[in-house]
């Protein structure tokens, strides 16, 4: 949905919760979905999708009927699609996902080419003068196996691909004025994991590669090419992954924007947070519940020291656990973001309104684009689980309390 005094900002929930892998099934849970929490939510206005697809539905989709018959369908229930989540390629959900949720990796034609077919269905849904954001994987997971050779050669080939797809993007606006970006999105244990990784990746990689192949490709001068790629290849802020390493996230966006890197989606999210105890083994048990076999869950431990440990997934961390140098832990799981605790444990939910008070109470325009992602609901224990399109509801109605907080206060401080 638009939001009430933030022109061209929008706010919806991130589809990815759906089961589902072909197009029909997608559409099948959209259908039983949008409607009821349009109605709920946004019954005088349009309301917005957050859409999630894989490779198989991509490609069907993108097919004249089946793109027909979708338009047709946001129009007749006052729907559109501002968003996409491009990051997930196969399944997401009833399977094992774990690290399969990052492959392919950006150098591989298969990542290129899923994301071009969400291009092309985008270029046809996003009306004239509107914009699009996509979110996609954070390059590459670096347990992988590859020696640094590998790594350099896959960073270079994404910078390559990217480069293509901002060019293409560049043509789409240039001939139809509608902005399309596709959004990096850092995660704990990938290729790009921190601020800082991230923003080097793209001063020394995407605009020294990518730069150098619009140029020799296309015959575009050296800054426009750098005009195309920060224009069209920006960063999905996942408040969950900023707070899982411990970065202050005014702090990280401050840096973004001094770099000349533009947050093209703020996923609003929230990990899991522990305070350690002398005695650990009521938490351990309490930690065990959210120790499943579909996601990774990737434990970043915050030592006395000040040091920061990391586990590739729970239950590698919990065989650590009586480590006494270590006094906080975060996971990687997203739980509910209108919840601040879960029994004696809690969440990084201070850092998402962080988050929110950064982008709704400064005078500058940050993002434009607001997503709730929380897409753990099917494997939350028992005690947490809700009715799906109530936990949704209730999910955005506090995001769009917290953005109202977050306008009045700068009005006030303005006033």
């Known amino acids: 949905m638009e939001l009430k005094n933030h022109s061209s900002s929008h706010l919806s929930y991130c589809s990815n919760l759906h089961p589902g892998s072909s197009w029909e099934e997608i559409r099948e849970q959209l259908g039983r979905y949008l409607p009821e929490l349009k109605k709920r939510l946004s019954p005088d206005a349009p309301f917005g999708v957050g859409l999630r697809l894989s490779a198989k539905a991509a490609y069907e989709l993108r097919k004249p009927g089946p793109l027909r018959d979708f338009q047709n369908w946001l129009k007749q229930e006052d729907l559109y699609v501002f968003t996409v989540n491009g990051f997930v390629h196969g399944h997401f959900h009833a399977t094992r996902?774990?690290?399969?949720?990052?492959?392919?990796?950006?150098?591989?034609?298969?990542?290129?080419?899923?994301?071009?077919?969400?291009?092309?269905?985008?270029?046809?849904?996003?009306?004239?003068?509107?914009?699009?954001?996509?979110?996609?994987?954070?390059?590459?997971?670096?347990?992988?196996?590859?020696?640094?050779?590998?790594?350099?050669?896959?960073?270079?080939?994404?910078?390559?691909?990217?480069?293509?797809?901002?060019?293409?993007?560049?043509?789409?606006?240039?001939?139809?004025?509608?902005?399309?970006?596709?959004?990096?999105?850092?995660?704990?244990?990938?290729?790009?994991?921190?601020?800082?990784?991230?923003?080097?990746?793209?001063?020394?990689?995407?605009?020294?590669?990518?730069?150098?192949?619009?140029?020799?490709?296309?015959?575009?001068?050296?800054?426009?090419?750098?005009?195309?790629?920060?224009?069209?290849?920006?960063?999905?802020?996942?408040?969950?992954?900023?707070?899982?390493?411990?970065?202050?996230?005014?702090?990280?966006?401050?840096?973004?924007?001094?770099?000349?890197?533009?947050?093209?989606?703020?996923?609003?999210?929230?990990?899991?947070?522990?305070?350690?105890?002398?005695?650990?083994?009521?938490?351990?048990?309490?930690?065990?519940?959210?120790?499943?076999?579909?996601?990774?869950?990737?434990?970043?431990?915050?030592?006395?020291?000040?040091?920061i440990q990391q586990y590739r997934d729970l239950n590698d961390g919990l065989k650590e656990i009586g480590d006494r140098d270590q006094e906080e832990w975060r996971v990687h799981y997203h739980v509910p973001v209108f919840m601040d605790s879960y029994g004696t444990l809690s969440s990084t939910q201070d850092d998402t309104i962080r988050t929110l008070n950064e982008c709704f109470g400064s005078s500058e325009k940050i993002c434009n684009h607001f997503e709730v992602?929380?897409?753990?609901?099917?494997?939350?224990?028992?005690?947490l689980k809700l009715e799906l399109a109530d936990s949704v509801e209730r999910e955005l109605r506090w995001a769009l309390e917290q953005i109202s907080r977050a306008s009045d206060a700068s009005e006030s401080s303005q006033g």
């Open 97 to 307: 996902v774990k690290d399969e949720v990052y492959q392919p990796h950006w150098g591989e034609d298969d990542r290129l080419n899923f994301t071009r077919a969400i291009i092309e269905i985008m270029t046809e849904l996003t009306p004239a003068g509107g914009e699009t954001s996509i979110s996609t994987a954070p390059i590459s997971y670096k347990y992988w196996g590859f020696s640094d050779e590998e790594s350099n050669r896959i960073a270079d080939q994404s910078a390559r691909n990217l480069a293509v797809l901002a060019y293409e993007m560049a043509r789409i606006e240039e001939e139809q004025q509608k902005l399309i970006h596709v959004d990096i999105e850092p995660e704990p244990d990938c290729y790009l994991e921190t601020t800082d990784e991230t923003i080097d990746y793209f001063q020394n990689i995407l605009l020294t590669t990518g730069s150098e192949f619009l140029q020799e490709t296309y015959s575009v001068s050296e800054d426009r090419a750098r005009e195309i790629l920060l224009r069209h290849i920006q960063v999905c802020f996942d408040t969950c992954h900023v707070a899982l390493e411990y970065e202050d996230p005014a702090e990280s966006i401050r840096k973004f924007r001094e770099a000349g890197i533009g947050i093209g989606k703020v996923q609003i999210s929230s990990a899991l947070k522990v305070s350690l105890p002398e005695d650990r083994s009521a938490i351990s048990k309490e930690l065990q519940q959210f120790d499943e076999p579909v996601y990774l869950h990737q434990v970043l431990a915050r030592t006395k020291y000040g040091a």
């Open 373 to 383: 992602e929380t897409y753990t609901w099917d494997v939350l224990p028992d005690g």
